[in-house]
């Protein structure tokens, strides 16, 4: 089956960087695109950063200048730069494949989300 797993989350302070990673295995064929999204408790899962799979990027306007999501076709990865951090980026944060061609058909995936915690 095909499952997305994330890391590189943790603890840094305001204004510090951290880099995330997400994978996707699994009998994969294709994704059509792949991002971040984020989710603090209590509060709604908001969206982070897409990337195409020809390197098209967006970002939300919470992130716009600080973020940077970056994509491995060929492994099947996607990453998101975290620079000048803030407080309010303290997030569970969800890898998501959408599009994704596999042995059975096409559906989206999510991975289980990894930690990120700024300090002020």
């Known amino acids: 089956q095909v499952q997305l797993v994330e890391s590189g989350g943790g603890l840094v302070q305001a204004g510090g960087s951290l880099r995330l990673s997400c994978a996707a295995s699994?009998?994969?064929?294709?994704?059509?695109?792949m991002g971040w999204y984020r989710q603090a408790p209590g509060k709604q899962r908001e969206w982070v950063a897409a990337i195409t799979g020809g390197g098209s990027a967006n970002y939300g306007d919470s992130v716009k200048g600080r973020f940077t999501i970056s994509r491995n076709n060929n492994k099947n990865m996607v990453y998101l730069q975290m620079n000048s951090l803030k407080p309010e980026d303290t997030a569970v944060y969800y890898c998501?494949?959408?599009?994704?061609?596999?042995?059975?058909?096409?559906?989206?995936?999510w991975g289980q989300g990894t930690q990120v915690t700024v300090s002020s």
């Open positions: 699994g009998s994969i064929f294709s994704i059509r695109a």
């Open positions: 998501n494949a959408l599009g994704v061609v596999y042995d059975g058909g096409v559906r989206d995936y």
